[in-house]
Every structure is written in structure tokens, then in C-alpha cells.
């Protein structure tokens, strides 16, 4: 089995920060590209940030200079940290990673359960 977890959400007010991590675990062989997601109340899921296990980077346009994705690739984990954070990037957050499990040869999505990030006064 493969889990991912994350954790760093909560209340924050606009202009503040927040990091949040994602650590995977299980019978994993190898991790390609980790993903943050973010879905708000009554919106479409949308890709935040990604980085490839060569640190190829993307980011959402709003976030761009805002928000710093890394990743640890012995630990197997992956980080936001978020800046300037406006109450437009209020939503879920979820971490996603395409990952081989070990005795398999082909890759899949997993999820994590998501984390709560709220900004507002």
C-alpha cells in the first residue's frame, strides 16, 4: 500500500504564510513528478504547483512568486510554502504523486485526504 499524507493547513490571515508538507509512504519504488492541488467550495479541482523528480517546476499563474514548491526525494516528501497568502487561495489543498510501487513496472496517481487552508481577517 501507498499512502500520502499531508499536514501545514489552517487559518491564516491574508498576507500571512503557510507551508504545508506532504510525506509519502508505503512499498514504493521510485516517485516521479509530486503535485499540489488546491479545489475551492464550488469550484473545479486546479493544479497549483508540480515538480519532477529532475526539478522541473511549474506553477499556477496566480501563484507564481508567491508560493515555493520543493520536494525531498530520499524522505520522499513534498512542501507549498505559500506567501502572501489572499482569501482567494482559500480551498482544499491535496497532494498528488505519480509512484511506482515496488514488484510493479507501471505508475499511478495516489492521492492524499487533503488539508484545509482558509485565509481571511
Known amino acids: 500500500q501507498v499512502q500520502l499524507v499531508e499536514s501545514g493547513g489552517g487559518l491564516v490571515q491574508p498576507g500571512g504564510s503557510l507551508r504545508l508538507s506532504c510525506a509519502a509512504s508505503?512499498?514504493?519504488?521510485?516517485?516521479?513528478?509530486m503535485r499540489w492541488y488546491r479545489q475551492a467550495p464550488g469550484k473545479q479541482r486546479e493544479l497549483v504547483a508540480q515538480?519532477?523528480?529532475?526539478?522541473?517546476?511549474k506553477y499556477l499563474d496566480s501563484v507564481k512568486g508567491r508560493f515555493t514548491i520543493s520536494r525531498d526525494n530520499a524522505a520522499n516528501t513534498v512542501s507549498l510554502q505559500m506567501n502572501s497568502l489572499n482569501p482567494e487561495d482559500t480551498a482544499s489543498y491535496y497532494c498528488?504523486?505519480?509512484?511506482?510501487?515496488?514488484?510493479?513496472?507501471?505508475?499511478?496517481?495516489?492521492w492524499g485526504q487533503g488539508t484545509q487552508v482558509t485565509v481571511s481577517s
Open positions: 515538480i519532477t523528480s529532475g526539478g522541473t517546476i
Open positions: 508505503g512499498s514504493i519504488l521510485s516517485i516521479r513528478t
Open positions: 498528488n504523486a505519480d509512484i511506482i510501487r515496488i514488484g510493479s513496472y507501471s505508475e499511478n496517481y495516489y
